[in-house]
């Protein structure tokens, strides 16, 4: 199960990491894609703020775990994560023809959801770097 959580928590880490990237310091490549019109609608500074929650909560997923620095942090990470992908899920589902982020976002949401179980109560990381 550790080794499962671990490569979850690196996956996840690379995804929110280089979405959070994008969304925080790349806004004008990023909203200029296909399909990212929406970026515009949130605007700038908000995709930035949202760029950085992301961005943190993806250190978090890794950083505590890795090195046992409050490892608690972990689970808390991912859980503001989930927050995150529930509240662009919600966005997501009041515009029009956007099903598709919708279900994305709730996929992710649920695997971050398993780091935060799977952390908090199941399996605790054992600190590689102690």
């Known amino acids: 199960m550790d080794i499962a959580l671990w ?3 690196i996956l996840l880490a690379l995804t929110f990491v280089g979405a959070g990237v994008s969304h925080a310091f790349r806004f004008d490549q990023f909203a ?9 609608d949130v605007g700038r ?3 930035r703020l949202i760029g950085l929650a992301e961005i943190a909560g993806g250190i978090g997923l890794i950083v505590p775990a890795v090195t046992g620095i409050l490892p608690w942090l972990t689970p808390l990470a991912a859980a503001g994560l989930v927050l995150v ?7 997501h ?36 770097l102690s």
């Open 85 to 91: 992908m529930l509240a662009a899920a919600a966005f």
């Open 45 to 47: 500074e908000r995709m």
């Open 7 to 9: 490569i979850l928590q």
């Open 93 to 128: 589902a009041r515009r029009r023809g956007e099903v598709s982020n919708v279900a994305i976002n709730l996929v992710i949401g649920a695997l971050a959801l398993l780091v935060v179980v799977g952390r908090a109560f199941i399996q605790p990381a054992t600190p590689i």
């Open 32 to 40: 200029a894609r296909p399909r990212m019109a929406w970026a515009t």
